[in-house]
């Protein structure tokens, strides 16, 4: 008979150093590969979390993590709060933005579909719908589809956050 007792839950990832900020000349190159590969995770805070030190968070991927930053760090959108070869963790401030993407054009869905393989994008499909995660600048994703939303073959929208 046993005396211990068993915890089944996982423990937290620790983070404890901001690295840099992912538009740092060093780290943007290898980010870069790194996103080509899937290897880049978020994590989302409210605006008022970005002072706190300590926080428990889970990730866009789901991981769990323990945030004890020392005395005096700052934390902001783009953050690198861990990086080695199998991947990085970056600070997005608020909530995670999406874009809605719906073609009314076969060749319309299979441009949309094109680019979102080709650069890498996160989405989720549901439906005859594209929901794309922006990572970075909105504007960036949209001008990639421009003229697919000016010929009136795309629709996007942003939905309302939950």
Do not use: N
Not at 33 to 54: F, I, K, Q, S, T
Not at 122 to 139: A, E, F, N, P, S
């Amino acid at each position: 008979m046993s005396g211990g007792c068993t915890s089944t839950a996982a423990v937290p990832r620790l983070l404890d150093t901001v690295i840099g900020h992912e538009s740092d000349a060093e780290l943007a190159d290898i980010l870069h590969e790194l996103r080509h590969h899937r290897a880049v995770d978020h994590v989302h805070l409210e605006p008022a979390d970005l002072d706190r030190r300590r926080l428990r968070v889970t990730s866009a991927d789901g991981v769990d993590y323990a945030l004890a930053l020392p005395r005096g760090t700052t934390l902001r959108d783009g953050s690198v709060l861990s990086l080695d070869t199998d991947g990085a963790v970056v600070v997005r401030a608020g909530a995670p933005i999406r874009l809605r993407m719906r073609a009314h054009t076969i060749p319309a869905a299979i441009r949309v579909g094109f680019l979102a393989g080709h650069l890498h994008w996160k989405c989720d499909q549901d439906g005859d719908t594209l929901d794309v995660l922006v990572d970075g600048v909105t504007g960036d994703y949209l001008a990639r589809v421009r003229t697919l939303i000016e010929s009136g073959e795309l629709e996007v929208t942003v939905p309302e956050a939950t």
